[in-house]
């Protein structure tokens, strides 16, 4: 099921790349209009990163799931044997890999334009890497519950950004104690915790979704 | 047989000795309940008369947590074992607890300005209060947005079902958050206890909340139970 | 070996009974909208059947198992949206551990073989739906689920059909049909 998931996102890279020009054009705006202040600038820069970063993950994904399911992929997943919850954790995997990594290399690459140190760079890598299975998890589920509606993206952010809330807490606290120069390790498994927490709340609620989805 | 206390004809029976009852009993603990409130109940020693809307913001609050809490157990209903009639209850009780929740960020905005000079602040339960009323409106757009609202009905009890999960972290998270900006945050009641002469007020005025609940629960479940009827029988003819 | 009973889906069908044994096709005979595909759906379980209903061997299903012994090809073909040919072939080998070996002779008796290196949106309709019906031959189930299975298929299309459903008889296998269109000597309900 894992090689499965893992050949049909790399089928979908010819959509990754509007995924990812997005992502930096948002970025490269958000500095623009922020100004040339630095310390402002490295005081927002991690929030609008995770913003962005959240609400790119939130767009591309309905879209990629709803195409695989006017497909009639869905179909078959559910007449697979493994379980939906093998699938649904593959689906994370595979999108960590093909949008969750190059978002959080993107963002790396991306940060002297919030004139970010080095140290603040890493941990904002650090955080955003942990923070992306659940936010892939979260996008997965929000999208089996809109797949049937016209909303897409923008019903799915509606619904599920609340649910987000205690990642960018956590990951935002920590980028906060970097910057002070204390010690960010509470709030790093603070994050750790709530991540996985929402992976796996996310992936129950969707084994249950995913057959709902499949209704029509 | 296991809910055939749940059955629309029990629910009309019993609503129909009810309804009167509550609408009474409402307007009689909302008429004691202000009387007390703003004229017989002390001014509070700090915050003068100000305080006074406490007693429509306090049991704003609760009525909003109170419907969240009922709103789930009715989507757990609805998406364990699928009970139609669950279906309509749940979505009678959503807008009214996303009533509640307007009005009690509203009061609470209002009771902020005199007493903390602005009318609002990123307090934990400031934030939480906020987040419940973005899931109710979720909620509602989730079943909104669906043709069929059999479907909507399903998907949105799922994301109430989350939501009441994910409630608790995120007071936690937030109040995690604030210990970095603001180490005090304002309580509202200091001492453990009230003196006598609030509660009386805030206990009838909270009565009021409940019994006007029951009384708008039961307009929205009759209606749209009648509704549903009504497609039945377009249906059949 | 496969049982129906009391099968309901309201508004479309109520207490639906019938069963196929072996070596039967079974025709699900209506109009449009009538309910086909929906019927189709809850025994293949992509609907949640009610408890109950369906019976496989003579026993009451556990959903998982008996999905195994079913091949189902709806309206919608199960073709990834940004796949080559190619690609579509190593997506089933993951997904249902089949050889390539097999699906590419498969590929070969449906005449879609020479088409590798196209994407299969951008194939024809029939050859769409030939691709897709290419899995008759390689996934070996016992039980064949097919919704309108004609549809865009050309009279040479049709001919490998009727040919593969035919072998099917012969090796014990059950097909249940879904059509609009009457077929006089295939036993057939109507919804």
Redesign the interface.
């Known amino acids: 099921m894992i090689s499965r998931e893992l050949y049909n996102a790399y089928l979908h890279k010819g959509n990754l790349s509007s995924t990812f020009t997005f992502f930096a054009l948002a970025l490269f705006c958000a500095s623009l209009t922020l100004g040339p202040n630095e310390i402002f600038l490295r005081q927002s820069a991690p929030g609008l990163i995770w913003i962005l970063a959240i609400l790119t993950i939130f767009f591309s994904t309905p879209l990629l799931l709803k195409r695989e399911a006017q497909c009639g992929l869905l179909d078959e997943i559910l007449l697979h044997p493994s379980l939906t919850s093998t699938y649904l954790l593959s689906k994370v995997m595979a999108e960590y890999l093909f949008i969750g990594l190059p978002l959080a290399v993107m963002s790396f690459l991306l940060s002297p334009l919030f004139a970010l140190s080095s140290g603040e760079t890493l941990s904002l890598l650090l955080t955003l890497l942990i923070g992306f299975p659940a936010l892939s998890a979260l996008g997965i589920l929000g999208s089996l519950l809109t797949l049937n509606t016209q909303g897409g993206g923008l019903l799915l952010s509606l619904i599920i950004l609340p649910l987000t809330l205690p990642l960018l807490i956590f990951g935002l606290s920590v980028m906060e104690m970097t910057q002070l120069g204390l010690d960010s390790f509470p709030s790093f498994c603070l994050l750790m915790g709530s991540s996985l927490f929402l992976l796996i709340l996310s992936v129950t609620a969707g084994s249950w979704a995913l057959p709902f989805a499949a209704e029509r | 047989m296991k809910f055939t206390l749940a059955k629309p004809r029990y629910f009309l029976k019993v609503t129909n000795f009810l309804f009167p009852i509550a609408l009474v009993l409402g307007a009689l603990c909302f008429a004691a309940g202000l009387y007390s409130a703003l004229i017989t109940s002390p001014p509070d020693y700090q915050q003068g008369d100000a305080m006074r809307i406490m007693y429509i913001h306090v049991p704003a609050s609760w009525m909003a947590l109170f419907c969240y809490g009922i709103l789930a157990v009715f989507s757990l209903f609805v998406v364990v074992w699928r009970h139609p009639f669950a279906e309509i209850l749940a979505i009678s009780v959503a807008p009214i607890g996303a009533l509640f929740t307007v009005l009690s960020l509203v009061t609470g905005s209002l009771w902020g300005k005199p007493m903390w000079g602005t009318y609002w602040v990123w307090d934990a339960r400031l934030t939480s209060v906020l987040v419940l009323l973005f899931l109710y409106g979720g909620y509602w757009a989730l079943y909104k947005a669906y043709a069929h609202s059999a479907q909507g009905i399903r998907a949105a009890s799922l994301l109430a079902i989350i939501g009441v999960i994910n409630l608790p972290i995120i007071k936690g998270s937030v109040d995690w958050w604030n210990t970095l900006h603001q180490p005090a945050s304002l309580t509202k009641f200091g001492s453990p206890s009230i003196h006598p002469s609030m509660l009386l007020p805030l206990g009838l005025m909270t009565a009021a909340y409940g019994f006007y609940f029951l009384v708008l629960f039961i307009i929205r479940a009759r209606t749209e139970l009648n509704k549903r009827k009504l497609l039945v029988q377009e249906g059949l003819s | 070996m496969l049982d129906v009973r009391n099968i309901s889906f309201l508004?479309l069908f109520s207490n639906l009974s019938f069963s196929l044994a072996q070596r039967e096709i079974l025709l699900i005979h209506g109009t449009n909208g009538a309910g086909k595909s929906t019927l189709l759906r809850m025994i293949?379980?992509?609907?949640?059947p009610p408890p109950g209903t369906i019976f496989w061997k003579g026993k009451r299903i556990q959903l998982?198992?008996y999905?195994?012994n079913?091949l189902?090809s709806?309206?919608?073909?199960?073709?990834?949206?940004?796949?080559l040919l190619k690609?579509q072939v190593?997506?089933w080998h993951?997904?249902y551990r089949v050889e390539k070996k097999a699906i590419e002779e498969a590929l070969h008796i449906w005449g879609v073989a020479p088409l590798v290196n196209q994407k299969t949106q951008h194939l024809s309709q029939g050859q769409q739906k030939r691709l897709s019906l290419s899995r008759l031959h390689w996934l070996a189930r016992p039980l064949w689920i097919l919704d309108e299975p004609h549809t865009n298929l050309d009279s040479e299309g049709r001919k490998i059909f009727e040919d593969s459903l035919a072998h099917h008889i012969e090796n014990e296998g059950l097909i249940l049909l879904a059509s609009h269109e009457k077929r006089p000597e295939i036993r057939e309900i109507c919804l």
């Open positions: 508004p293949a379980g992509l609907i949640q998982s198992t999905q195994q079913l189902y709806g309206h919608s073909l199960g073709l990834h949206p940004e796949a690609d190593n997506l993951y997904h």
